[in-house]
């Protein structure tokens, strides 16, 4: 049997004897600070209430929570049962919370005040939910077509009872269920295990490099991992997390500062939010020393030298924990997301999943020497969970080449590949360039079907605030730094990009827009 000493609801019981006044949570708003033994006890609440509301092994449990102290509790609670935690994305409303709520089979919920009309929209649904565990309500609760209760008075209900007994959790048991965010199709809960989340915790914060020291600034929500492996990557060595409810870019460095926060992921556009602001002479005086890129930033030079940070980077998934990596700091090149991690096996292949040879394009397929260290499956779905693992290789839908050395590169998801003139274009490689661009803010490469066959590239952009841009002054500067079949035909100027509740970008309605009336033509135009 796996053991239980490194499922975080269990370490954080130890972390909680060895160092109880140690600080766990640091809430940047507030300042507040949650120690381990505090974190340890609201832990054991919640479990104790959630046990005498009938949650046992096995079971569901909903939660639609901001990042916060009662939204770790709830969760850790819920898996010290051996139950499963569907932590729902504080964004949906509508069809997308329904289906979920539905899909789930959770008879309770834990969900802040501010989504009540939210949730009882879902009530539509033939879903099993009748209980809505309130945080963050004053006063009378609004009517409900659940049964709602205040987080306190659920709480004080089980204050007598003992700790819940009962095997421990291991790292075979469900952590979570997380759901992807559903680009081009209804959204798949992902089985996430207590080992699979804790690997995917040292990928982000390797224990060798870090100590009790140390703090994590994170802005990210807890229905992704992002959020929550930095809370398990701080228990494993005792450190701290600074969490803040959003990214917020103007208050990142004082955050920083004020907490002294040495480490951070830098997801997406972030570093380029950060980059693009204007310059300080203190730049590179501040505690953070190290930050992970998801991906690596264009100008990487730049900003380590201008920040003072070292720079590591992964590849990742929710399926998956961080099974490519960096080695720390030591980068092999400014676009390679790493080696194969120790433990893990990594394959680039073609269609009929047959090994490709370095620089060739194909998909990345992953493999783990130890058990339950990859997602357990799809909740309630065998088939895709089959089609993902066929040939007993977990299949990325990710377009990857690899060199000689073994070093892994990202080219594109496949169904956002474009082809033009015979040539493969990685979308990611274009608006990496485009991003790089002073008056650029974030920008989607997407093809769009050409008269003469294959496809052409365009480009949709948001400007900096306060930016004019020009496109064809765009298309000058990046034909001064890509080949020139890569250099978009197309350029639309936008407010804003279409995203799914997780920030991903929805190509697909990109691709299904093409050319508008607000799209410049490079051809047209020469």
Not at 79 to 86: C, D, F, K, S, T
Not at 341 to 346: E, K, L, W
Not at 380 to 399: F, I, M, S, Y
Request: proline residues 7%; hydrophobic residues 45%.
């Amino acid at each position: 049997m796996l053991p239980s000493d490194t499922v975080l609801p269990v370490l954080l019981g130890t972390r909680a004897a060895e160092r109880p006044d140690a600080p766990f949570v640091v809430v940047a708003e507030s300042g507040d600070t949650w120690t381990y033994a505090q974190a340890h006890a609201d832990t054991t609440r919640w479990a104790a209430a959630l046990a005498r509301a009938g949650v046992a092994a096995g079971d569901t449990v909903l939660t639609m929570l901001p990042p916060c102290t009662e939204a770790v509790a709830a969760w850790l609670g819920t898996g010290r049962l051996r139950a499963m935690e569907v932590p729902v994305n504080t964004g949906y409303i509508g069809t997308m919370l329904r289906y979920l709520v539905d899909d789930s089979r959770a008879a309770i919920m834990i969900a802040h005040v501010d989504h009540l009309a939210a949730i009882a929209d879902a009530a539509a649904g033939p879903g099993r939910l009748g209980t809505v565990v309130v945080v963050g309500a004053r006063g009378p609760l609004p009517e409900s077509p659940f049964e709602l209760v205040h987080a306190a008075d659920f709480l004080a209900a089980a204050a007598d009872d003992p700790a819940p007994e009962g095997p421990l959790p291991t790292g075979r048991d469900i952590a979570s269920i997380l759901y992807t965010s559903g680009t081009t199709g209804p959204s798949k809960g992902v089985l996430v295990t207590w080992r699979q989340a804790e690997l995917t915790a040292t990928g982000i914060m390797p224990s060798e490099l870090f100590d009790a020291t140390d703090a994590f600034y994170s802005g990210f929500p807890l229905f992704h991992m992002s959020g929550k492996g930095p809370l398990y990557a701080c228990a494993l060595v005792g450190a701290r997390v600074v969490m803040r409810r959003r990214f917020d870019t103007k208050a990142f460095w004082d955050d920083v500062r004020t907490y002294g926060a040495t480490t951070t992921i830098l997801l997406g556009a972030m570093a380029n939010f950060l980059y693009q602001q204007p310059a300080r002479p203190d730049d590179a005086d501040s505690p953070l020393r190290d930050a992970l890129f998801l991906p690596l930033i264009h100008d990487l030079d730049g900003f380590r030298s201008r920040f003072g940070v070292q720079a590591r980077t992964t590849f990742n998934m929710t399926e998956t924990a961080c099974c490519i990596l960096s080695d720390g700091a030591d980068l092999a090149n400014a676009t390679s997301c790493g080696r194969a991690r120790p433990g893990f096996h990594a394959r680039v292949v073609d269609a009929d999943d047959v090994e490709v040879g370095p620089g060739e394009l194909g998909e990345l397929v992953l493999r783990a020497d130890e058990p339950w260290t990859l997602m357990a499956g799809y909740w309630r779905k065998p088939e895709a969970t089959v089609e993902a693992w066929r040939n007993q290789w977990l299949h990325t839908g990710d377009g990857f080449t690899r060199d000689a050395e073994g070093n892994f590169y990202f080219v594109d998801r496949i169904k956002d590949a474009i082809r033009r003139r015979g040539e493969n274009i990685s979308s990611a490689e274009v608006e990496a360039e485009v991003n790089g661009h002073p008056a650029v803010l974030e920008s989607a490469a997407v093809a769009v079907p050409s008269e003469y066959g294959e496809d052409e590239v365009k480009i949709v952009v948001v400007p900096q605030p306060g930016h004019d841009l020009d496109p064809a002054e765009l298309v000058g500067y990046l034909s001064a730094r890509m080949a020139r079949f890569m250099v978009p035909r197309y350029v639309e100027i936008v407010d804003a990009l279409p995203k799914t509740p997780t920030e991903k970008i929805r190509k697909v309605e990109l691709r299904a827009a093409g050319i508008t009336p607000a799209t410049w033509d490079r051809s047209a135009a020469r």
